[in-house]
């Protein structure tokens, strides 16, 4: 299964030109749109939505990442192997979370290159392909990374901003309810048909109202 | 074939998780964006809605049908067979209008339990496994309803009521136009290109603009 | 592998209608939506937009295409075959640049109907199918077109007007780059992030910003 995890809207054709891709390269597999919608251009906030959806996912999932401001400059281009899912995305700290939270977990630079890379299109060109390379059991197409340069230290384990608002106007934060004292989880009930437990699938409840 | 019938919106992450849910526990099977912005919160507007587009679909289509404001609370869990065709939703009268307007049905409360069960969001957990259980051509996993919990024999034959307003603007009642007289079916004509017959194929003609 | 070409918008019943029908024609063939979203009700500047996308996509790719404010008028219903690649939908000048631009076209009046045709949802009954059948291999089911009547050889090779506008702000026009000299190919740069180049992948370089 090849999830999607991308800021491109649900508009537009930057989406399909990625499945076209998938589709041609991984026939058969899965492709699910988890999120189109993630904090466009804002790997960080993205970084702890992701982590918390992610691992709602069976082992062997491939997460096809797309919050790439950068796109074009020096940020490297990763994979990340997490407790047996697959992260494949821009190296911008959108995978930081997924990591720390890990167990197990390896990564690598991408070393393969596409016979034609747009300057500002790598989802398409460069992130569909491995993320269709692993979905269908090859090995990462890289080194083992070991600069760092994908890293964010910094970051703090829970951040204490929304990082999401959903459809029915429940507003996630980065903060791990675990973190939090009991009677601080929720300021006010979610109301009726409020996914509010969503993130419990977790381990964790980081949805504050 | 699955069909999805929510209101879950077209962004954000509940229609992948619960596709996720689909494509593991029924592979290969297709899944059908139907709605998913069927009236929020508005199982009885979203029941003339259904109604109306279901009929269209193959003898054997599952609909996974979820406007369910009162999750978590006492509504049963349903899977209703009426005509051929299968539904699996919340017993809240969302499925009261497919009921009364079809000329066989069965329907069952579902017993079958997930191992882990969100108080919010029983259409990745309870629903979706169940409809992939009925795509995959099993006995519904349930007994029969007897005590009519899920009827709403209060509710109109038809409802005088706009319960969704198109992309191009066409406004869909709840009236089905075979009770109207023929010159009072459309005020006004819909624009070129507005799909103004399209509720015909379900042999009623219910749109008015 | 098909993909869609609609203004259909990206709510409401239309293109799961569409996708039903294709999957139960097609079974198996991978369905991409490429635009929803084209330009509403007009061939014009949808025809300059797909010409540009259309030729990304491989070989044997069919293209159902449906932005059709004349439905149920006289308007021909049309294949064309380009440069290998299959279009289906109305002729109504939304296969106009795609036709001039490539090397080799045939094209047929589509003469097979279906048992029922809805007035306004061609897309659903007529395309569609026919989509579906050029998927599965099958010759085209028409006649040579003749007339000319699906040609609008008074539009321009490039249009001076902004066709598109995607979710990242970035505003496509109907000019070729190729045609502008170079240092007017952008006024601005689009910003980080901006996906400023796809359109290269047609050979042509055709967003101003």
Redesign the interface.
């Known amino acids: 299964?090849i999830?999607l995890f991308t800021d491109?809207?649900?508009?537009?054709?930057?989406?399909?030109?990625m499945?076209?891709v998938l589709?041609?390269m991984a026939?058969g597999t899965?492709i699910?749109?988890?999120?189109?919608?993630a904090p466009?251009?804002n790997p960080k906030a993205s970084a702890y939505l992701l982590a918390v959806?992610a691992t709602?996912?069976?082992a062997k999932t491939v997460f096809l990442c797309v919050i790439?401001?950068?796109?074009g400059?020096a940020r490297p281009a990763i994979i990340l192997e997490a407790d047996s899912r697959w992260y494949v995305g821009p190296g911008n700290g959108l995978f930081e979370l997924v990591q720390r939270r890990a167990r197990e977990t390896r990564s690598w630079d991408i070393e393969w290159k596409p016979a034609?890379l747009?300057?500002?299109?790598h989802g398409r060109d460069l992130f569909a392909p491995v993320a269709a390379m692993l979905a269908r059991g090859e090995q990462p197409p890289g080194r083992p990374c070991e600069d760092g340069a994908d890293r964010r230290p910094d970051w703090p384990d829970d951040l204490c901003e929304i990082v999401?608002v959903?459809?029915?106007g429940n507003a996630m934060t980065g903060v791990r309810a675990a973190e939090l004292p009991p009677n601080k989880a929720c300021r006010s009930r979610?109301r009726?048909?409020?996914?509010?437990?969503?993130q419990?699938?977790a381990g964790r409840r980081s949805l504050l109202v």
């Open positions: 299964m999830v491109f809207g649900l508009r537009g054709p930057y989406t399909g030109q499945k076209a589709h041609q026939p899965p699910i749109d988890l999120f189109a919608d466009v251009g959806y709602w996912f069976p790439d401001p950068g796109v400059g034609h747009s300057a500002s299109f999401y959903d459809h029915f979610p009726a048909g409020a996914r509010e437990d969503l419990r699938s």
